[in-house]
């Protein structure tokens, strides 16, 4: 019988024979240059297919092997060979059985403990009343006429803030939601492709809803950005200070939001979806109601706040984000709310120049800003908006960073690249 039949006949692969005869477990003549399986071969190959059965490792197939080889089955003796060996494999399985019984009574207690209902608390967080100095109008930079506030314990929960140009912003749940800065903002088309938030019934904070289709490599590189960003603002203190935290970066703010450089300072946390500023509050408050944020909703670069107010911009994804659907940096959008001596941290990710997801990036978002995907261009950005870099790092690459970036070539290398600079 040639490999192909023989392979049909058991149901397995042909690499897989392959790999037995190289191995010894099977041991077949040849004909021409041919494997020629006999009635022995098959023979043998059943007793293999019982021994796997009983989860009989190769090292054990081939020690049952070796003795039927060696004696005649009806030989008495060779019940104290073949004995042995059923004895240590009965005992290694009942070991196997007490480790999965533990298990499955640590993954029950687990599940149970998962599926209780626990009092979630009804708290949420509103903006520090000791912040409302700092509210002025994007468009004049005069400061606002407040009215109807409702305040609780040092917090604005709601309340109305307009301006004598005309410009009005809401506070509503704790959150400060501007004038939006176009109707293409607000619009479904812009929301499913910067925040894709009309793909489920109920959107989540990107990272949370689409985590699955991010590979484990590139999870990694981004923990591995994080634990970066970590080191280098670490020493720093930003008491009564303001940072700043554009939508994405937010999730570095939720990973490290109980860090001592976050403790006493204001965080300012904007975006151009509601939805997703909510659901970006909702699981800080979680873990951090007393935290001083800012939530900022309809905009993520015309502020209703005071310019030259941020003293530290974390950018984790969020530049390389907004550039995908502006023909311009957002640098250049946030750089009047920088002060003079401000500081950046962040991550931004590129590809080499002539690589295909180039050409997809340019093909899947029209409004994508030129050459975005280059680190010249981020560099060259950063110069002309003051910058010189204190600390930068290549933190790694992936091939296959996973089907929620669209536009990435298999092939291509995407780049995970840290840096921490300040205004010269």
């Known amino acids: 019988m040639k490999i192909g039949k023989f392979c049909e006949k058991f149901?397995?692969?042909?690499?897989?024979?392959?790999?037995?005869?190289?191995?010894?477990?099977?041991?077949?003549?040849?004909?021409?240059?041919q494997y020629d399986f006999t009635s022995a071969d098959m023979a043998e190959m059943e007793i293999i297919c019982k021994l796997k059965e009983l989860s009989f490792n190769l090292d054990e197939i081939k020690?049952?092997?070796?003795?039927?080889?060696?004696?005649?089955i009806q030989d008495e003796h060779i019940r104290e060979h073949l004995l042995p060996l059923y004895e240590l494999k009965q005992q290694s399985q009942e070991k196997e059985i007490q480790v999965i019984r533990r298990s499955i009574a640590i993954l029950q207690s687990e599940i149970e403990a998962l599926r209780e209902e626990k009092e979630v608390?009804?708290?949420?967080?509103?903006?520090?009343?000791?912040?409302s100095p700092f509210f002025a109008c994007p468009k004049c930079n005069s400061l606002f006429n407040l009215s109807d506030l409702q305040v609780r314990g040092n917090?604005?929960?709601?309340?109305?803030?307009?301006?004598?140009?005309?410009?009005?912003?809401?506070?509503?749940?704790?959150?400060?939601?501007?004038?939006?800065?176009?109707?293409?903002?607000?619009?479904?088309?812009?929301?499913?492709?910067?925040?894709?938030?009309?793909?489920?019934?109920?959107p989540d904070f990107v990272f949370f809803q689409y985590m699955h289709d991010i590979t484990s490599e590139a999870t990694s590189l981004i923990y591995?950005?994080?634990?970066?960003?970590?080191?280098?603002?670490?020493p720093y203190s930003f008491k009564n200070k303001v940072i700043f935290v554009p939508d994405l970066a937010s999730h570095f703010l939720y990973k490290h939001i109980k860090k001592p450089y976050f403790r006493d300072a204001f965080i300012v946390v904007s975006g151009f979806s509601k939805e997703t500023?909510?659901?970006?509050?909702?699981?800080?408050?979680l873990i951090a109601p007393d935290a001083k944020i800012i939530y900022i909703a309809n905009t993520i670069y015309d502020l209703p706040i005071k310019k030259k107010l941020f003293d530290l911009w974390i950018d984790a994804i969020s530049s390389y984000n907004f550039s995908f659907f502006h023909n311009d940096s957002l640098h250049r959008k946030i750089d009047p709310y920088m002060k003079q001596d401000a500081r950046t941290v962040g991550l931004t990710k590129y590809y080499e120049r002539g690589c295909r997801s180039l050409a997809n990036i340019a093909r899947l978002y029209p409004n994508v800003m030129k050459d975005q995907s280059l680190l010249d261009t981020f560099k060259t950005i950063m110069d002309e908006m003051g910058y010189h870099f204190l600390k930068e790092s290549l933190i790694g690459e992936t091939v296959d960073p996973g089907p929620y970036y669209e536009y990435h070539a298999p092939g291509d290398h995407h780049c995970y690249y840290a840096f921490f600079a300040e205004k010269k």
């Open 11 to 33: 149901d397995i692969s042909p690499t897989t024979v392959r790999f037995y005869i190289k191995s010894g477990i099977l041991a077949p003549n040849k004909k021409n240059s």
């Open 63 to 72: 020690q049952y092997l070796q003795i039927i080889r060696m004696y005649d």
């Open 121 to 131: 608390a009804t708290f949420f967080s509103g903006i520090p009343l000791d912040f």
């Open 155 to 202: 917090k604005i929960y709601s309340g109305k803030l307009k301006c004598q140009c005309g410009y009005t912003a809401l506070i509503e749940d704790g959150i400060l939601l501007a004038e939006a800065e176009s109707e293409y903002y607000q619009s479904p088309e812009f929301h499913v492709l910067h925040y894709r938030e009309s793909h489920v019934d109920e």
């Open 224 to 234: 591995k950005s994080y634990l970066w960003i970590d080191s280098v603002i670490k």
């Open 277 to 285: 500023i909510m659901s970006i509050k909702s699981h800080i408050d």
